[in-house]
């Protein structure tokens, strides 16, 4: 394994490009209030929109996310070293001492950028940067804590998206309960993929997966939200997460439940797809789409979990 590789393994590269589909369905949400365009289809190719701060917290999404995993792996690196030998630091190839200082990195500079957009995005960057310390240092062992903490922070990164226009994040604000709900079922399937998971772990999943997907039509009580325009990216979501969670609840088997936690993760990009295209119309959804394919190309050179 050459080092550069390494360093992109603790990365979790396709894990990326679902940070940044949140903030793009944060962008539209907040976008179609601002600008009440509706469902218009070129609606959102516009020269007056501030692409440039949506590109600073697109950014900043990202190194937050990289940021959150390496730590991860450098606070889990004695559990690793028994259970996943493979990963980079049980196997040398990067140092514990580099990834903590790769990780703090990755938060600072998520963190700035977010500030260079908008003082209210710094402000929500840095809460999802003391989030992520807590989940790592703290909460990550804790079955309800765990998953509650990691699903705030995903529902902080759609925040941080809103923020974009930062006079409607007190509006917008309760969209992040969708992704809380959704995040927290992947992470209660998680706990399983070494030693097996239990059956009321995966059948609390399978209730907020489908709690998940009553919350986003339930947002057609919305003017601004057609409901309609999410129906085809939500049942492409069931199809992609509901298979792999029924067959890991089969088997209990660690292999089929790792499948399910992957197939969890990139689900979040149709989710935010659904969202996104419920507000900004389904050209958006479909150009937000586009990083599923790359997400799951990525997927088969790198670990999502």
Same mark, same amino acid.
């Given at each position: 394994?050459?080092?550069?590789?390494?360093?992109?393994?603790?990365?979790?590269?396709?894990?990326?490009?679902?940070?940044?589909?949140?903030?793009?369905?944060?962008?539209?949400?907040?976008?179609?209030?601002?600008?009440?365009?509706?469902?218009?289809?070129?609606?959102?190719?516009?020269?007056?929109?501030?692409?440039?701060?949506?590109?600073?917290?697109?950014?900043?999404?990202?190194?937050?996310?990289?940021?959150?995993?390496?730590?991860?792996?450098?606070?889990?690196?004695?559990?690793?070293?028994?259970?996943?030998?493979?990963?980079?630091?049980?196997?040398?190839?990067?140092?514990?001492?580099?990834?903590?200082?790769?990780?703090?990195?990755?938060?600072?500079?998520?963190?700035?950028?977010?500030?260079?957009?908008?003082?209210?995005?710094?402000?929500?960057?840095?809460?999802?940067?003391?989030?992520?310390?807590?989940?790592?240092?703290?909460?990550?062992?804790?079955?309800?804590?765990?998953?509650?903490?990691?699903?705030?922070?995903?529902?902080?990164?759609?925040?941080?998206?809103?923020?974009?226009?930062?006079?409607?994040?007190?509006?917008?604000?309760?969209?992040?309960?969708?992704?809380?709900?959704?995040?927290?079922?992947?992470?209660?399937?998680?706990?399983?993929? *070494?030693?097996? @998971?239990?059956?009321?772990? =995966?059948?609390?999943? !399978?209730? %907020?997966? &489908? $709690?998940?997907?009553?919350?986003? #039509?339930?947002?057609?009580?919305?003017?601004?939200?057609?409901?309609?325009?999410?129906?085809?990216?939500?049942?492409?979501?069931?199809?992609?997460?509901?298979?792999?969670?029924?067959?890991?609840?089969?088997?209990?088997?660690?292999?089929?439940?790792?499948?399910?936690?992957?197939?969890?993760?990139?689900?979040?990009?149709?989710?935010?797809?659904? *969202?996104?295209? @419920?507000?900004?119309?389904? =050209?958006?959804?479909? !150009?937000? %789409?586009? &990083? $599923?394919?790359?997400?799951?190309? #990525?997927?088969?050179?790198?670990?999502?979990?």
């Amino acid at each position: 394994m050459s080092n550069y590789r390494a360093y992109l393994m603790l990365l979790r590269p396709p894990n990326l490009l679902t940070a940044l589909a949140d903030i793009l369905a944060g962008f539209a949400a907040s976008a179609a209030l601002q600008h009440t365009v509706g469902n218009e289809v070129f609606g959102f190719i516009r020269h007056d929109l501030p692409w440039d701060k949506l590109g600073l917290v697109g950014v900043a999404s990202m190194c937050l996310y990289g940021g959150g995993v390496v730590l991860n792996d450098f606070f889990d690196a004695d559990l690793d070293q028994l259970e996943r030998p493979e990963r980079p630091i049980p196997t040398g190839q990067v140092s514990r001492s580099r990834a903590a200082l790769m990780g703090g990195a990755l938060l600072i500079l998520g963190v700035t950028l977010a500030f260079l957009s908008h003082p209210s995005s710094g402000w929500v960057a840095l809460g999802i940067a003391a989030l992520v310390l807590s989940y790592n240092a703290i909460t990550k062992k804790n079955s309800f804590l765990g998953p509650l903490n990691m699903g705030l922070c995903r529902g902080g990164n759609l925040l941080l998206g809103i923020s974009i226009f930062p006079q409607h994040m007190v509006t917008m604000g309760f969209l992040v309960i969708i992704p809380i709900i959704y995040i927290s079922a992947i992470t209660l399937v998680s706990r399983g993929e *070494v030693h097996g @998971g239990s059956r009321a772990s =995966f059948n609390l999943a !399978l209730i %907020l997966y &489908l $709690l998940t997907v009553v919350m986003v #039509l339930s947002l057609g009580a919305l003017k601004e939200f057609e409901v309609l325009n999410s129906l085809i990216y939500l049942a492409f979501l069931l199809l992609m997460v509901l298979p792999p969670l029924f067959r890991a609840r089969q088997s209990n088997d660690p292999s089929m439940i790792g499948m399910a936690v992957k197939y969890g993760v990139l689900g979040l990009i149709i989710l935010n797809a659904a *969202v996104a295209s @419920g507000f900004a119309g389904w =050209f958006f959804g479909l !150009l937000l %789409l586009i &990083l $599923l394919p790359f997400s799951t190309l #990525l997927a088969k050179v790198f670990a999502v979990t």
